[in-house]
């Protein structure tokens, strides 16, 4: 993934370093074709990753500030699938979470945001490769007769839950439902921990991670664009990584952990797609 070189307007004041939030589309990231998929093992050491433009611009969701701790990814495709890579310094590795669709926001995790006009997806990752994937659905656009529907997508019966915001921020749009139990199909996730898991007594170096999307799971979010997409296509996405220790290791909130972003949104609140980035598909 590369950033446009457009940077953020940013302004020192008292030892804070305060940015305006991206605009829409204003960060860009580039996915580039893959000639070989990568094995989905959680280490991105393929040539494919080699070849493929990482990331380390990971900026404070709120405020645009610099992380403490170092985070890179990328992101690669092909005919089949949508790849992602994420590497983590972390000097200890905690992940508890196992099972599909456990409240991993609650833990550290790496949390990918795929977005359409009127739905998007959000996957959530940890360390133990641990997935919970949810597809939102804005309320305005949900309901029979409606851009999503019954059968597939009726909140009655279905494991949901309803979203205006998080925290203070309320999203201009209002409500969205977002169908946990909907998972998308085929997607493959692993990690790998170099250090120790859940064992605070040592320094770890950190994890990281591989996924793989198929392009069939998202064809909800496509509106009539090509799947796969064609070299050139364009789409909404953001990457966050989310911390529950301070720099010192102390621990952060529940409910305000440190949040980093490779395009910042001005609010605590990942659920804002109009403040994604652009992802560009390249040969
Ligand atoms: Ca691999
Ligand atoms: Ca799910
Ligand atoms: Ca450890």
Not at 34 to 61: K, N, V
Not at 235 to 258: I, M, S, T
Request: charged share 25%; net charge negative.
């Amino acid at each position: 993934m590369r950033r446009v070189p457009r940077v953020l307007p940013c302004l020192a004041l008292a030892g804070v370093l305060l940015c305006s939030a991206a605009r829409a589309g204003e960060v860009e990231l580039v996915a580039r074709r893959a000639a070989q998929p990568p094995a989905i093992d959680g280490r991105p050491g393929e040539a494919a990753w080699g070849e493929a433009a990482w990331s380390t611009g990971f900026m404070d969701l709120v405020h645009g500030g610099a992380p403490w701790l170092a985070t890179a990814a990328a992101l690669l495709w092909d005919d089949r699938a949508l790849y992602l890579a994420v590497r983590c310094v972390e000097p200890d590795v905690n992940a508890t979470l196992a099972n599909r669709d456990d409240p991993l926001y609650r833990e550290n995790d790496v949390e990918f945001f795929l977005a359409g006009a009127d739905a998007y997806w959000e996957v959530e990752a940890n360390a133990r490769g641990a997935v919970y994937d949810v597809f939102w659905v804005w309320t305005d656009r949900l309901g029979p007769g409606r851009r999503y529907g019954p059968p597939d997508w009726d909140p009655a019966g279905r494991r949901v839950l309803r979203l205006s915001g998080i925290g203070d921020h309320v999203h201009p749009r209002g409500e969205r439902v977002g169908f946990i139990d909907a998972d998308l199909s085929g997607l493959v996730a692993a990690a790998a921990v170099d250090g120790t898991l859940n064992d605070p007594g040592d320094r770890d170096r950190g994890w990281s991670l591989e996924l793989a999307i198929p392009w069939a799971g998202l064809a909800p979010l496509a509106d009539g664009r090509a799947l796969p997409p064609r070299p050139g296509d364009a789409w909404a996405a953001n990457l966050f990584r989310f911390e529950f220790r301070d720099a010192a290791g102390r621990p952060l909130p529940l409910l305000r952990p440190a949040a980093w972003a490779l395009s910042p949104h001005g609010a605590f609140d990942a659920h804002m797609p109009e403040r994604f980035a652009r992802l560009r598909f390249a040969k």
